[in-house]
């Protein structure tokens, strides 16, 4: 599949519908820091069991980095989160820790790492995270493709294998089928053995012109 010019298609791509156009942002080596620490503190947030003390303590500390960056709060597609796309999962703490390997119109493929925090029972992540993966691999596909923006209609997941964490597993998602504004996708997780652990397929809609 060839990427065709989105503007070609939209007139308006541009505006991306109604949705922001979100540029990168270079926030400095500090919020790399922060990121990895933040990841380590929610996974220790439901792995840890001290005592009562040291609970009163992280309260303590997670209250005072609040009190910290509050008064820095701001508008979506301001700070950093999310628009970083040299550090793991492009600076989000929303998704688990990625990096991009392929990016193409043919599809887009990357390397995941699920930790403690994504697990649901015994070791194993939690089905619900695994939509959220496959969502944003969608929305990578659409990019890749070079269609314009588009929102998720449909999302179907099935499951194959239990996912562990602490693996470092390879997701892939490609266009399977577009029409106007219309394009079905299909995505797949894999263990490094080459065991398919999840598939999805779905259906991505381009906004018209001033939809959120």
Do not use: C
Request: charged share 20%.
């Amino acid at each position: 599949m060839t990427a065709e010019d989105p503007r070609a298609l939209d007139p308006d791509y541009d505006s991306h519908g109604g949705f922001p156009n979100f540029t990168p942002a270079e926030p400095g080596a500090g919020f790399g820091r922060f990121l990895t620490a933040m990841r380590r503190a929610q996974d220790l947030a439901v792995s840890a069991d001290p005592d009562a003390a040291t609970w009163d303590r992280a309260a303590d500390l997670a209250e005072d980095l609040v009190t910290l960056l509050e008064p820095f709060e701001a508008g979506e597609g301001v700070g950093p989160a999310n628009r970083v796309p040299s550090l793991p999962g492009a600076g989000s703490l929303l998704m688990p820790p990625y990096r991009v390997t392929t990016f193409e119109p043919a599809g887009v493929e990357l390397e995941v790492q699920f930790s403690r925090f994504s697990v649901g029972g015994n070791r194993a992540v939690h089905g619900g995270v695994l939509p959220l993966l496959f969502d944003s691999v969608f929305g990578m596909v659409i990019h890749a493709a070079g269609r314009p923006i588009s929102r998720t209609a449909f999302l179907h997941v099935e499951y194959r294998k239990v996912t562990p964490i602490d693996t470092v597993l390879t997701a892939r998602g490609w266009v399977r089928e577009a029409q106007g504004r219309k394009a079905f996708v299909n995505a797949e997780l894999r263990d490094p053995d080459g065991n398919l652990l999840a598939e999805a397929n779905g259906l991505m809609i381009r906004l018209l012109p001033g939809q959120p």
